[in-house]
């Protein structure tokens, strides 16, 4: 019905879209039952390069508003079936067109009446016949305008609340993690000073004995019998006073990574008999049994014999002093591929729940109270697992199924002795193949793979050359940067870092791996590797990222040994082979002289 | 010294501690009672009526913060004086109804003289309940 009018001077300009517009052209639904009309408004609106969509039916709109989303809608009043009225009405009865920007194009004479209706229907302007291009094209450009601000706006809103969000999400992170870490160095603060008061009382308890006796006797009184007996007693106390401060001192090695073993070929039998030695007399004074049962097949290890006799003596004196009065205390050492167990079981009452995950650690002891029933620093066990861990093997306690008693099983590697002597690695005489031994290295760090980073190529060629004897893949860095780069692609099982660099040194290389997301490196296990091995520098390391410490120089087999530790957990899940899988053959047996019978009974 | 015969009580689980005290407050005329734990201590400070009972802290089973509150509940024993002798730092300890406190390490002398101290201030207090000096 309506029809266009060409005023002059309204000639049209092609003029391109309007320069002053801004985003994405918008969706403009043009509404009318009459073709010719449908491609008037289309000429009109042509150069403000929005989408155009055209409708011929009220339900043809309908359609087409629920395809797309629509900035304004063109529509002429006069339409058979339903009208322009009727169909605003509809449209804006919608939730999601209430604000769509309508148009209604009338061609009958618009009285108030007609606008009125247009309005309450929630129309938002009019347009009526003749239309002049002009006008229309203006207003449908502001409208187009105004639905593309909106969009910009509430798409803007949006980026701010998920930023809101995402900034709220990080600080609560940060003050959750804040509040982990104060939280663990107070329970650290407070483990150290349930440590330190029993360190006091253990300290001073047969120091009381000492002082006691000597005192005594320095007043010459006694009878022979008792003058035998405080004599006794001081040796005793001060021996008890010795160990103490030894099992101190070794804590205070392991903590500043001082302990360093002495590895050579021990024949484990005669260390567990060494150390059941040891503990006899403890044993006999409360009436408890010991059995010792070895497999006939059990070989001389790698090992530091001394340190091995520790671990033992400490098992066994922890058994015997938790074995009932007339108990028993079973030693078993047996073979398991290419692993050797030891296992110490006691019939004493058992670890109690709450404390068998914390039962290695240092400075924790059963029960910190005056009630407590077993004496000593409670450090024999710390001490046994990193002496343990440091022979690349493990340990571990848990009650027997009964509950009647504790079992400590250690497992090591049985470790052959042709650990390849290296140039600029100090090598250990003890460890080099002798020449009629044929048997396979039983070091391996087979499919792991290795990123070295070090600014010294021959150091570098070092360690690599080392690392790959073990059957490690290596990548190698001559600097921090390239490391990250590496890193970051190959997603390494290990990282041995050298710390004195040029430019970025492997403190600030770590600092920068540590800042990644786990999924780019930032969590790999990382290995300093240094000629500065002070306490400060180890504490320096550690806090800056590192997992562990070995000083430079390193023998072969200590570097093997705290990279297989470092890699435990990968090894129970993973594909890490620590001992090539290779069986270690038979000449142990012949070279040994223990004779193991099973149930020997001691 | 005198024979006064005051019987004393030495509880401590520590053998070489409490045979050491032991030996030494005989030679010195006292009556001595060993125990090696809360249990023993008041089984028999009820039953033989200690002068004085000296209780080491860390004692396995009832131990001796424990033993102490039960003795002074006690309607046999509350009398007895109670001398702590603990290897703790005892600092924080005071208000548990002892008569005196004594750190290891603690020469056998120094043991005697606050025993006599407290025995004497019991006697000229008035109120020592002990009944058997000879």
Not at chain 1, 19 to 34: A, E, F, H, K, T
Not at chain 1, 503 to 519: A, C, F, K, N
Not at chain 1, 554 to 568: D, T
Not at chain 2, 75 to 86: A, C, G, K, Q
């Amino acid at each position: 019905m309506a029809s266009i009018a060409m005023l002059p001077g309204e000639q049209e300009e092609k003029t391109g879209p309007d320069p002053g517009r801004s985003g994405r052209p918008v969706n403009i639904l043009m509404v009318d039952d009459q073709p010719a009309k449908l491609l008037s408004y289309e000429a009109i609106l042509a150069d403000l390069g929005e989408n155009l969509l055209k409708a011929s039916s009220g339900k043809e709109a309908l359609e087409q508003l629920l395809k797309h989303q629509v900035a304004v809608i063109l529509i002429d009043v006069c339409m058979p079936d339903l009208d322009g009225f009727e169909l605003a009405t509809m449209i804006r009865s919608h939730p999601r067109f209430r604000k769509t920007a309508i148009i209604l194009v009338s061609g009958v004479m618009v009285d108030d009446r007609d606008r009125l209706r247009g309005y309450d229907s929630g129309a938002v302007d009019y347009v009526s016949v003749p239309i002049v291009p002009g006008i229309l094209r203006a207003k449908v450009a502001i409208f187009a305008e105004l639905f593309r601000k909106t969009e910009e706006l509430a798409l803007l809103n949006r980026e701010l609340e998920r930023r809101v969000v995402e900034r709220t999400a990080e600080m609560e992170g940060l003050l959750k993690s804040t509040e982990e870490a104060r939280r663990e160095a107070e329970k650290a603060n407070q483990l150290k000073d349930e440590f330190l008061a029993i360190l006091s009382h253990e300290l001073r308890t047969p120091l009381n004995a000492i002082t006691g006796w000597a005192h005594l006797l320095s007043n010459g009184k006694l009878d022979p019998a008792t003058h035998a007996k405080a004599v006794e007693s001081i040796n005793r106390n001060a021996l008890l006073e010795a160990r103490l401060v030894s099992d101190l001192l070794d804590v205070s090695r392991i903590v500043s990574g001082r302990l360093r073993l002495e590895l050579r070929l021990a024949d484990l039998p005669l260390v567990i008999q060494a150390a059941l030695d040891a503990v006899r007399p403890a044993a006999q004074a409360k009436n408890v049994q010991l059995d010792l049962t070895a497999a006939n097949d059990v070989a001389k290890i790698h090992a530091d014999p001394t340190r091995l006799q520790q671990v033992i003596s400490n098992l066994l004196s922890n058994s015997v002093k938790f074995a009932p009065a007339g108990g028993k205390v079973e030693v078993t050492l047996e073979r398991s591929d290419s692993c050797l167990e030891l296992t110490v079981k006691d019939n004493g009452p058992g670890i109690s729940p709450d404390i068998l995950p914390y039962i290695f650690e240092r400075f924790r002891q059963g029960d910190t109270s005056t009630k407590r029933a077993h004496k000593g620093l409670g450090l024999g066990l710390a001490i046994a697992r990193h002496l343990v861990e440091m022979h690349g093997g493990a340990i571990e306690a848990r009650n027997r199924e009964d509950q009647r008693g504790a079992i400590f099983k250690v497992t090591l590697p049985v470790s052959g002795p042709a650990v390849p002597p290296l140039d600029g690695i100090s090598s250990d005489e003890a460890l080099a193949p002798s020449s009629t031994d044929s048997r396979p290295s039983a070091f391996s760090l087979k499919n792991m793979r290795i990123l070295l980073v070090d600014d010294e190529a021959d150091a570098r060629e070092v360690v690599a050359a080392t690392l790959e004897g073990w059957g490690a893949e290596v990548m190698v860095a001559a600097s921090a940067a390239d490391a990250r780069d590496i890193l970051e692609r190959e997603l390494p099982d290990l990282l041995v870092a050298d710390i004195e660099m040029p430019g970025e040194d492997g403190y600030d290389l770590i600092r920068s791996i540590r800042t990644l997301p786990p999924d780019r490196g930032g969590r790999t296990p990382a290995l300093a590797f240094t000629a500065y091995a002070s306490a400060y520098d180890r504490t320096r390391l550690l806090t800056a990222g590192f997992d562990r410490h070995v000083p430079k120089p390193v023998q072969p087999p200590e570097l093997f040994f705290v990279i297989a530790s470092m890699m435990k957990p990968a090894l129970k899940a993973g594909p890490i082979d620590l001992n090539g899988g290779r069986p270690v053959t038979g000449n142990f047996q012949e070279e040994t002289e223990w004779k193991s019978t099973d149930g020997t009974s001691l | 010294m005198e024979k006064h015969g005051w019987h004393i009580f030495i509880v401590d689980d520590f053998k070489d501690n409490r045979e050491m005290y032991a030996y030494f407050l005989s030679e010195q005329g006292f009556r001595v009672t060993e125990a090696k734990d809360g249990e023993e201590a008041l089984a028999k400070a009820a039953q033989l009526q200690p002068d004085l009972i000296v209780m080491d802290l860390s004692l396995p089973g009832i131990d001796g913060l424990e033993a102490t509150r039960q003795l002074k509940a006690g309607e046999r024993t509350s009398h007895i004086p109670v001398v702590i002798l603990t290897a703790y730092d005892i600092a924080g300890l005071a208000p548990m109804g002892c008569e005196a406190f004594l750190t290891k390490p603690c020469l056998p002398d120094q043991m005697i003289s606050e025993i006599h101290r407290v025995l004497e201030r019991r006697r000229t207090g008035g109120s020592a309940t002990h009944a058997e000096v000879a």
